[in-house]
């Protein structure tokens, strides 16, 4: 199921001696977004000094969720105008040393731009900070977020799943006395024909030879078109998907495998058809059961 929730939370105090920038001024964000999948495939994208973190929200995120394509960002903040501040000396000099070295051995090595030293000296002014205890409360309360926020589309998505529930209740119930009604029809139509080939007036009587034929061939055509069978197990998979939708929990799965078992009997009921009235609810079950089946496979 699809969810976004974010989160903010002030970095912690550099330890004695660290950088001055390893302050409060400086914001940890975090967000999380949610969107549909059959399993579960998390991606994260960490700002360099967090990126020893994933193995930990990786545990957290994977207790949490089964399903969903996951996406995690996290970052440190510098607020104002403190991102531009000037770069340690220490910092100008070790950089300088370390290109010299370099490009002793790769002359063709490209110096290093603005941008690469003003980025490097953001790494390092976060460098003492420890963000393990910050991270994982703020993680926590934006996946309780994300979770929250999964819950509420998965009681609207319940309400559509039982409503198609309904839909498929009825559409089964207008099969039901079809069948007995196809097989009248067909005992009708081949006694008719059989006056035709004999030429027999409108009131003429047929014989009993005739009359056992058209009994035979119709119980031998109610044979065929017999879906008692399936309309019985549509109803009883309908019956489980609904106790599962309204119990709640870890169900998509047994979701996924009770929705491919209604296409079965859908597509049975169609290749068993003999009329279009027949032939009209069987296509009217399928389309249901598709849009089931696109939503289901996004549920936990």
Not at 18 to 30: C, E, H, K, Q
Not at 256 to 264: G, N, S
Request: zero cysteines.
């Amino acid at each position: 199921m699809t969810g976004f929730a974010s989160g903010q939370q002030n970095a912690p105090q550099a330890p004695a001696g660290g950088d001055a920038r390893g302050t409060p001024s400086n914001r940890l964000g975090l967000e999380i977004r949610s969107v549909n999948s059959r399993f579960l495939d998390l991606t994260f994208r960490l700002s360099e000094e967090l990126r020893q973190h994933e193995p930990a929200l990786r545990e957290l995120i994977s207790a949490r969720l089964k399903r969903g394509k996951v996406e995690v960002r996290a970052n440190v903040d510098s607020a104002g105008g403190e991102i531009l501040r000037d770069p340690p000396t220490r910092l100008l000099q070790r950089l300088n040393s370390l290109q010299d070295h370099v490009r002793t051995w790769l002359p063709d090595a490209r110096a290093l731009s603005v941008a690469d030293i003003v980025r490097m000296a953001q790494t390092e002014g976060s460098v003492g900070a420890d963000w393990s205890d910050t991270l994982g409360q703020l993680a926590a309360r934006t996946v309780d977020e994300l979770m929250a926020a999964r819950e509420r589309e998965g009681a609207r998505l319940a309400a559509m799943l039982l409503g198609h529930l309904r839909l498929l209740r009825d559409l089964a119930q207008q099969a039901q006395p079809m069948v007995p009604r196809l097989v009248e029809q067909q005992r009708a139509r081949f006694l008719e024909r059989w006056k035709e080939a004999m030429a027999l007036p409108e009131s003429g009587t047929l014989p009993e030879a005739a009359q056992d034929r058209a009994l035979s061939e119709a119980t031998a055509f109610a044979i065929r078109i017999d879906v008692a069978e399936e309309l019985t197990r549509l109803s009883s998979h309908i019956d489980e998907i609904e106790r599962l939708v309204k119990k709640g929990g870890e169900i998509g799965k047994r979701l996924d495998f009770l929705i491919q078992e209604l296409h079965r009997e859908a597509n049975t009921l169609g290749s068993k058809s003999a009329a279009m009235e027949l032939t009209r609810v069987s296509v009217d079950m399928k389309v249901l059961i598709e849009q089931m089946r696109e939503q289901v496979q996004n549920v936990e």
